[in-house]
């Protein structure tokens, strides 16, 4: 159980183009999605955490405008790179709070990894 | 959250026990200790959690010391899968917030 889809894996695309990712819980209901982007070698960056029904949280120095977020159901959020140039170019990852007993556990996506040309 | 203080590599041999520490000397009471680990471009993993018990899965065991202050995770029999970065996180409830975590490489 516990499982988060990511999708999708792998994307190209044009600069100045938007790109929407999507994270899914599939088998529980998560009220609260979380948003990461990892560059090479280094750590995963806390973007935003996302609430259903509600705005999402941005961490400070994520513009909220450049990367959308929408919560619009329990096991669907989405995140996207609007206008995305070379420099978004990234591995963005998503996380959904765990159901029931293991409601603090978070439960991570396979990532999405974003080429920009 | 409290801060967590891990090394920046070890090395494990094939079928011996991976010993890794977490230092979280400044951990308040109510705050747990999670671990994951993110193998080479996949999404970070669950592997185990705990407040102050020792606590066993079937991927690992986690040690607590009896101030908090620190804890170990063991992988009891590591195998060539398991060369993976491994990261300590200490919260109460919310998002996690990942440092640099320790880079295991597991050596035949």
């Known amino acids: 159980g516990a499982v988060v889809s990511q999708h999708p894996s792998w994307v190209i695309c044009k600069s100045g183009t938007s790109v929407k990712i999507e994270c899914r819980s599939l088998d529980f209901q998560a009220t609260t999605m979380f948003w990461y982007r990892q560059f090479p070698k280094q750590s995963l960056m806390l973007m935003a955490t996302?609430?259903?029904?509600?705005?999402?949280?941005?961490e400070q120095g994520v513009e909220k405008d450049k990367f959308l977020i929408n919560h619009a159901s329990l096991t669907l959020s989405t995140l996207t790179v609007t206008s995305a140039h070379p420099e978004d170019s990234s591995f963005y990852i998503c996380s959904a709070r765990g159901p029931g007993g293991g409601k603090n556990i978070q439960y991570f996506g396979a990532g999405t990894r974003l080429s920009v040309l | 959250d409290a801060k967590t203080t891990q090394p920046t590599s070890m090395d494990c041999a094939e079928g011996r026990a991976a010993n890794l520490p977490c230092n979280h000397s400044t951990i308040s009471g109510n705050e747990y200790v999670y671990w994951y680990r993110q193998i080479h471009s996949q999404g970070p993993q669950y592997i185990i959690h705990?407040?102050?018990n020792n606590e066993t899965n079937e991927m690992a065991s986690l040690i607590i010391t009896e101030d908090r202050k620190s804890s170990t995770l063991i992988l009891p029999h590591a195998t060539l899968r398991d060369t993976a970065v491994y990261y300590c996180i200490v919260r109460v409830s919310g998002k996690s917030t990942f440092g640099d975590g320790t880079t295991l490489t597991v050596k035949p």
């Open positions: 705990g407040l102050k």
């Open positions: 996302s609430n259903e029904g509600s705005k999402a949280t941005y």
